[in-house]
């Protein structure tokens, strides 16, 4: 499979049409139908795992803790973020930035966007680039499309004296993800087309829905298609959508969706186009690293069929796209292949030495497996494959930490596998640890040592409470369990959003939130050692700055001594 263009516009409608009116449903098309509240939640929570990362101290600023990601220069937004300068943090749908020296709040800005969803942030120079999502959630059964209004938005926040937004970019659909390399960010958006169908009965034949909705797409304008945006600065509102030349498209898509990644450069002073390139699929996942942008798309639109749909196929399959990034330029588009399975997380593709390795879960059997693709010729070519990764079971987690790799799966016990993925033609499982329970997470914290952020289990698989777990790794064909924690009747939010993750190896610290408990500080040796439990309540967040630990909760920011965690300020977030 590899990505083509349209060779005109006309082409393109004409394509999309055809192909929506083959997959459309009777409540409407892939993309637009409703997803199940804990579908959302899973795909919500599960996108992001944390790394270690950190900046030395500078002549303008002490050393600091950035946001845990999962490849380093390659930045991902979150509500909290700082340059050990200063602090800035969204609440309630306003900006505020604290002075680190001072411990005092120096600026605050209302977006005005309201209290919708969690706004997140990135950070370079003087310059915050907020994401707000879109006011409608994700669009429903028979919502009418969404207008740059009321649709994602992004916000170019200046940060000299009073922080002021310099700028506003808005766009259709939903926001997938983002990441930043230096100053300039990538935002990737979803969107689907401008088609309202008809408030039909829910009782009925689905076959005559179906019918009904077709003649919709049929009669559609061809400006339907096309995403808009708009962008508004200091000198007026321009308007505008994607360019039919910048879309391209695979062998097979629904006509749904479409995925458009748009791309800003935060050293300028205010927001442009974006530049949009965009892709006629999903877009469920993204990957990247400072160099490449990788875009994964699951089929499930194949599988929601109703009468006169096209046939499903025999299994699932996962699409990647892989684009390379330059500078502050838009994506250029490189490769593209499919693996089968589903992906858990962008934890499961890792690119290493011109190699991508990806960990899928086939739905249809419980079997995983860990796949190698190069880039040939535009194709992600598989390489090799190490198969047969926990028969049964469920990926809970991947890690992979240079040319090895580790998979959790689960069921009633906690197989932690680990890979040997020197030779792309030949990775090969080397070792398996069998304990109770399961990690969610797995964090590096050293040479040869894994943390595990998860749920103790009994016997039947039935869990027991927040586990995390250090692990020994050393010896590829015997990992072992060092230590472990365990607090029953508790979960952390970093199970499932390891943004909330700190790990500062310079002092071996791990803080670890509890849900409606604050957090646990534990230190990380050959054993893990609980050293202190910070009281703040929904604690969401922690970072470092020079010698103190900074959390962050709804109600405000405490700062305490790195070494002692005594408290040393308090900055409330509220009035």
């Known amino acids: 499979m590899r990505l083509v263009a349209f060779d005109s516009c006309q082409q393109l409608v004409a394509d999309l049409r055809k192909a929506a009116k083959a997959s459309v449903g009777p409540y409407g098309l892939p993309g637009s139908e409703p997803m199940y509240p804990a579908t959302a939640a899973m795909e919500g929570g599960t996108r992001t795992m944390a790394d270690a990362a950190g900046q030395p101290a500078t002549a303008s600023g002490p050393a600091f803790s950035g946001t845990n990601v999962h490849e380093q220069g390659a930045d991902e937004p979150d509500v909290i973020k700082t340059d050990g300068r200063r602090i800035v943090t969204i609440s309630d749908g306003v900006l505020r930035v604290v002075d680190t020296a001072t411990r005092r709040e120096t600026g605050k800005v209302s977006l005005g966007v309201g209290r919708i969803g969690e706004l997140q942030l990135l950070l370079s120079g003087d310059s915050a680039l907020v994401l ?83 003649a919709v797409i049929n009669d559609a304008p061809d400006s339907a298609w096309l995403p808009r945006w708009e962008v508004t600065g200091r000198t007026g509102t321009t308007e505008g959508q994607v360019d039919c030349a910048r879309v391209s498209r695979p062998a097979e898509y629904s006509g749904g969706t479409m995925v458009t990644v748009v791309t800003f450069d935060l050293a300028r002073p205010e927001l442009g186009s974006g530049d949009p390139v965009s892709v006629v699929a999903d877009g469920d996942r993204v990957y990247a690293t400072p160099d490449s942008l990788y875009l994964a798309s699951d089929d499930r639109w194949r599988y929601d069929l109703f009468p006169g749909r096209r046939a499903a196929p025999d299994s699932q399959q996962t699409e990647l796209f892989k684009f390379a990034l330059a500078g502050n330029q838009p994506p250029t588009y490189r490769a593209s292949g499919t693996v089968p399975g589903y992906l858990l997380n962008q934890y499961a593709m890792s690119e290493w030495d011109g190699h991508l390795r990806v960990a899928t879960t086939d739905a249809a059997t419980n079997r995983s497996a860990v796949r190698v693709l190069a880039d040939r010729d535009g194709k992600l070519v598989q390489t090799g494959i190490a198969d047969g990764l926990g028969n049964g079971e469920q990926i809970y987690s991947v890690r992979f930490v240079g040319d090895r790799g580790y998979v959790v799966t689960f069921r009633q016990t906690d197989p932690l596998y680990s890979l040997d993925l020197r030779d792309p033609a030949k990775p090969v499982v080397t070792g398996e640890l069998k304990i109770n329970g399961y990690s969610a997470h797995l964090q590096p914290v050293g040479e040869n040592r894994l943390v595990g952020i998860g749920q103790e289990a009994d016997d039947n698989g039935r869990t027991q409470g927040l586990q995390v777990s250090l692990f020994d790794v050393a010896d590829p064909a015997h990992p072992k369990r060092l230590a472990r924690y365990h607090l029953p009747q508790a979960y952390s939010h970093a199970e499932y959003d390891p943004h909330a993750l700190l790990w500062w190896p310079a002092t071996q610290l791990l803080v670890v939130p509890v849900e409606s408990q604050g957090a646990l500080a534990l230190r990380v040796t050959d054993d893990l050692t609980l050293t202190d439990r910070l009281d703040q309540p929904a604690l969401l967040r922690s970072l470092v700055v020079g010698t103190e630990l900074w959390t962050l909760s709804k109600a405000g920011l405490r700062a305490s001594d790195l070494s002692t965690l005594d408290q040393l300020a308090w900055v409330p977030l509220r009035g």
């Open 132 to 214: 707000v999502p879109p006011s409608y959630g994700r669009p429903f059964l028979r919502e009418k499309p969404a207008l740059p209004s009321d649709g994602p938005r992004v916000l170019l926040v200046d940060l000299t004296g009073t922080p002021t937004v310099a700028s506003t970019y808005r766009a259709e659909g939903t926001l997938i993800d983002a990441r930043m390399t230096g100053s300039t960010a990538r935002i990737v958006l979803r969107s689907t087309p401008r088609i309202t169908f008809p408030d039909q009965p829910f009782a009925g034949a689905e076959d005559k829905r179906i019918t009904a909705n077709r």
